[in-house]
């Protein structure tokens, strides 16, 4: 009986802190949060009509170097659709300009470059 319950608390144990072993599952700058293959992507929509839309990354919740990034971001708006490219705009961000982000989007960003050149991601998004 006492090996049960020690089997048992070590699997809980183990359980737990492998919960927590992809950093926090909350957004970071006010966006939308999406995790694709233990990389967390964070999409925040324009402050304002003209501005960017930025695409924040991370694995593990430790930011990564989006200088060796880059891809495309794809709007579906009702039956119309955008598009523009991602390029590396800070530490751990990419940008696209020209899109509009209303509510009731869809926004799929195709992302290169993770986490070696040449392997890429799809994240799907839905503006709120």
Sequence with gaps: MKTLLHTLALSLALVSSNAHAHGDAKPQHGGILQVVNDLQFELVPPPKPGDAAS??????????????????????????????????????????????????????????????????????????
Excluded: I, N, W
Aim: charged share 20%; no cysteine.
């Design 55 to 128: 695409l924040y990354v991370s694995d593990h919740g430790k930011p990564m170097d989006a200088s060796k990034l880059s891809g495309k971001l794809t709007v579906l708006q009702g039956t119309q659709t955008s598009e523009a490219p991602l390029k590396p705009a800070g530490a751990q961000r990419l940008e696209a300009a020209g899109l509009s982000l209303a509510p009731k989007a869809k926004v799929v960003a195709t992302v290169t470059g993770l986490p070696a050149p040449g392997t890429s991601a799809t994240v799907r998004f839905s503006v709120k």
